[in-house]
């Protein structure tokens, strides 16, 4: 009983995270936008390429090997031939929406978060030690000590200091 409760308390805090809310809106957002974009494609878009041809790109297309085309439709009914209009609505559906995202939410994001974080304060607290320089100083302390260099008493204020901070987390 109690592992099925963890599982659905770790269940709710996964969901209960910014991340998964963020992802949710972004979704929700963006197929929304999905029709702005389209509506541009079709709008816009089509019209300009309709001048120079077909306003619908779905009938640019090129037959591969030999096509029969019907006369009253003027659709293909045999052969092989590729939709290359279809490809070209769907990048260009792509290039727009990621130009707006971009450009209309991500930079002003980035923008945001750069005065955000140069507002904070910075911290001028030290460093934490790697293990490298602790056992330097583990060394040096221990040569000090096998040497007889230096005072007994600073030697072992040495040791102290480095099992001291050592053991800090």
Known sequence: MSESKSVLQ???DFLMRGNVI???????VGAAFTNIVNAVVKG??????????????DNYK????TCVVDKKTGEFT???????????????????TAGVVYFLMILPMNKWKERVDARKP??????EQTEIELLAEIRDALVAQ???????????DAVGTVI????QP
């Open 122 to 127: 910075v911290d001028e607290t030290p460093a």
């Open 164 to 167: 001291t901070q050592k053991s």
């Open 10 to 12: 770790g269940f709710k």
């Open 78 to 96: 045999d052969g092989i031939y590729i939709l290359w209009g279809s490809v070209l609505s769907a990048v260009l559906t792509f290039l727009i």
């Open 146 to 156: 096998r040497n007889g260099s230096s005072s007994a008493s600073s030697a072992s």
């Open 22 to 28: 963020e992802l949710a809106v972004a979704v929700v």
């Open 44 to 57: 816009v878009i089509n019209p300009i390429v309709g001048a120079f041809g077909s306003q619908n790109l």
């Open 62 to 65: 090129t037959c591969l090997t």
